[in-house]
């Protein structure tokens, strides 16, 4: 307790420094970040608790992992056993694109890989409530000329290449991550999947093109798996390259250049011989599902992006997409149960083009497939800090960065959200070809929730139109970060609605930055 204290006293006077540098400058919005309300809830009593539990400290390391399958964010945290930990799993309320890497601006692409957070990428004053941004593109992207910006973590489910969570679920996480700032974490780890590197699923998607980069990032997936560390990231000749080290010859470490050619560099025994155990297990199990003729997952036929399908039971009409899904009853059994957070009303569900699925070609029976050769063994460090964003920097954590030497000044987005747009749902084709027409009403069944086989054999659905809320006057966008802004409920305390009243001011803990920084209001 004591050292805690004094490592927040300690921080706290820094960003005092910081502030007063600030009020020289006349500058009250960088100054009100200080005391912004959204950015100081504390971390719900029940996850302390878990925590305990877990033999974890409050201010422990963090470490983040996506699947956009699963639709699923983990939050790890390191125990005082020097070990990472699942602390919690949220359910992701919507991310856009397909399976796969980001490629291009604007291709609406969520980015999967390793990134690194540091508390300049942290966004206190998001339009969606509160963000980090992912730190797209690294050096590995920046290698392979991918281009792309403001990809984020944010609130307000609604994705356009980000991965969105409800606002309290985003509370929450920027809650773990500020006390693991706090606790000198300089930086954690955002690990981004197209799904749960298994066998099963890696059978699934054997004749994906995007293979070749899934396995090698799954090679950082196994060194967290059979280490329980973070991994250490370094790039060279266009790839990653996991947990290396410098030869026992050397007198420095390697110098690692995402686009040159890889220096000499080992990686510890201990970390080669656990990879490559638990991945000649991973390859045996593989080999007998293709051998059974395991199906191959059908290719994106334009549905853009998956939800959970604990959300996705909440929004009429609602299906999953490209994530996994709820057919049927126990999609609607799930709209019994509470939502881990406010969904809000222009939320747009991923939707299928039946279009696309009626002409696209039919998925292979019986793949032929040439299983490649396993990959070395290697490991990752700390990725490069995203480039410099075209906006202004956050403000408060992103100077407190600085003035510590911890990264850039990057931020998330701040553009409003998208508006509401009304969905159709096409009418059953009638003139379509026999084999295209199976495929057509298998599409239908799985992205309308409780739809009926036969009933759908005998008539052809109507087309249904979601009534789009009309246009209302321009208002100020009450999104933005404020001194006293409403917060949200903690989804770990089971909230699943906003429950304080309009106008009331929240409560601050007494180890807030409201309390920290009294002096400056």
Not at 257 to 273: F, L, T
Not at 276 to 291: H, S, T
Not at 477 to 506: C, F, H, N, W, Y
Request: proline content about 9%; some cysteine.
């Amino acid at each position: 307790m004591i050292s805690r204290s004094l490592a927040r006293a300690l921080l706290a006077s820094v960003a005092l420094m910081t502030a007063g540098g600030l009020l020289a400058g006349c500058n009250s919005d960088q100054v009100s970040l200080a005391t912004n309300a959204k950015a100081n809830q504390p971390v719900p009593p029940k996850l302390i608790a878990a925590m305990a539990e877990k033999d974890m400290d409050l201010q422990s390391p963090i470490l983040v992992r996506l699947f956009k399958q699963e639709a699923e964010l983990e939050v790890w945290k390191q125990t005082r056993s020097g070990q990472f930990a699942l602390l919690k799993t949220y359910p992701i309320c919507r991310w856009s694109g397909d399976l796969g890497p980001k490629v291009r601006e604007g291709d609406r692409q969520a980015p999967e890989g390793f990134y690194s957070i540091n508390p300049g990428q942290m966004n206190p004053q998001s339009a969606y409530y509160l963000s980090f941004n992912t730190g797209y593109p690294n050096a590995f992207d920046k290698a392979l000329g991918r281009t792309g910006s403001q990809l984020m973590v944010h609130g307000d489910c609604s994705s356009r290449g980000c991965y969105a969570m409800t606002d309290e679920q985003i509370a929450e996480i920027y809650s773990l991550g500020r006390e693991s700032f706090f606790g000198g974490q300089k930086a954690f780890q955002l690990q981004a999947y197209p799904f749960k590197m298994t066998p099963v699923n890696m059978a699934k998607h054997r004749n994906n093109p995007n293979m070749p980069f899934w396995k090698m990032i799954k090679e950082g997936y196994d060194h967290f798996e059979v280490t329980r560390q973070e991994p250490k990231v370094d790039f060279c000749e266009k790839k990653y390259v996991f947990d290396a080290a410098k030869p026992a010859d050397a007198k420095r470490d390697p110098v690692f250049d995402a686009s040159a050619k890889c220096p000499a560099y080992v990686i510890p025994e201990d970390i080669v011989a656990a990879v490559r155990g638990k991945q000649a297990k991973d390859e045996a199990e593989y080999a007998k599902l293709v051998a059974k003729g395991t199906p191959v997952a059908r290719m994106n036929t334009g549905i853009d992006g998956g939800m959970n399908k604990v959300f996705a039971a909440k929004i009429p009409e609602g299906s999953t997409g490209l994530s996994e899904g709820a057919e049927g009853t126990t999609l609607q059994m799930l709209a019994m149960a509470k939502a881990p957070g406010t969904i809000p009303s222009h939320v747009n569900p991923p939707k299928p083009n039946l279009d696309a699925v009626a002409s696209a070609p039919a998925p292979q029976q019986e793949p032929v497939v040439a299983v490649s050769a396993p990959a070395t063994s290697t490991r990752v460090a700390s990725a490069q800090p995203a480039e410099k964003s075209q906006e202004k920097s956050g403000g408060f954590f992103s100077n407190l960065g600085r003035k510590m030497g911890i990264g850039s000044s990057d931020t998330t987005a701040t553009t409003p959200p998208p508006q509401a747009t009304a969905s159709v749902a096409p009418a059953a084709a009638t003139t379509t070809p026999t084999t295209a027409a199976s495929r057509l009403k298998a599409a239908v069944s799985r992205f309308v929730p409780g739809n009926d086989k036969k009933d759908a054999a005998k008539d052809a659905p109507k087309p249904t139109v979601a009534a789009a809320k009309p246009a209302e006057p321009a208002k100020p966008d009450t999104r933005l970060a404020q001194t006293r802004p409403v917060l949200k409920p903690s989804v770990s305390d089971g909230a699943g609605e906003a429950t304080q009243i309009m106008g009331a001011a929240p409560v601050v803990s007494s180890n807030s930055f409201d309390s920290r920084f009294s002096a400056m209001k």
